[in-house]
């Protein structure tokens, strides 16, 4: 199994596509990271064309066992963030 891109490789890979420089490509990048998480921490939901949409779901209050003592707690209701990839996306990698 290949190791994940770091942040340094992915900057890099997007100057090389952009043809621009390193310090563009990561201040792009720090921006759409930044404009993704306000929107999904007020609850909103983004659309990448072609990677997939990110959206914040609430789940309830639900009953949880501890696996170490067998005991059943309750554990508050909370948020989560979801990812759907693109039927693009998953046809590439089907290919």
């Known amino acids: 199994m290949m190791k994940p891109m770091t942040k340094t490789q992915l ?13 563009t490509a990561g201040a792009a990048l720090d921006a759409i990271t930044d404009v993704v998480t306000r ?3 007020a609850g909103g939901s983004v659309t990448l064309p072609g990677l997939g949409k990110i959206a914040c779901r ?5 009953q949880v066992r501890n696996p170490a003592t067998g005991e059943t707690l309750t554990k508050a209701a ?3 963030v979801k990812i759907t990839v693109a039927k693009a996306l998953k046809d590439s990698v089907n290919v």
């Open 39 to 41: 929107e999904i921490a």
């Open 78 to 80: 909370d948020k989560v």
């Open 11 to 23: 900057v890099a890979a997007l100057a090389d596509a952009m043809g621009g420089d390193k310090k």
């Open 58 to 62: 609430a789940r309830p209050e639900r």
